[in-house]
Nanobody
Framework: QVEVVESGGGLVQPGESLKLSCAAS????????MGWYRQTQGEQRELVAQ???????DYADHGKDRFGIARGNAKNTTTLQMNSLKPEDGGVYYC?????????????WGRGTQVTVSP
């Protein structure tokens, strides 16, 4: 079983920065992809950023020039640096981890961390 835990959310003012962290633990595994999704009230979860095992990254358009996803210092950890935050960046941010292959592939989700951007 894999457990994914996010941290670092909070209340910030527009223009400020915030750094989210994510750590996955459990049985021995290697993450093929780690990512961040955001969900606002009444909307579906949407991709914010993801990082592949080869280091390649992918961003949603709204965060491409302001957000940075990176590997953490420990295995199966990741961070999301968010700069120049806007009110519309607010929501619950979820960390994901993809592992396994073929019929054994699965995605684990964290419980989310709230980000609020408000004056």
């Amino acid at each position: 079983q894999v457990e994914v835990v996010e941290s670092g959310g909070g209340l910030v003012q527009p223009g400020e920065s915030l750094k989210l962290s994510c750590a996955a633990s459990g049985r021995d595994f290697d993450a093929s992809v780690m990512g961040w999704y955001r969900q606002t009230q009444g909307e579906q979860r949407e991709l914010v950023a993801q990082m592949f095992s080869d280091g390649k990254t992918d961003y949603a358009d709204h965060g491409k020039d302001r957000f940075g996803i990176a590997r953490g210092n420990a295995k199966n950890t990741t961070t999301l640096q968010m700069n120049s935050l806007k009110p519309e960046d607010g929501g619950v941010y979820y960390c994901t981890l993809d592992t396994g292959a073929g019929p054994l592939a699965f995605r684990a989700w964290g419980r989310g961390t709230q980000v609020t951007v408000s004056p």
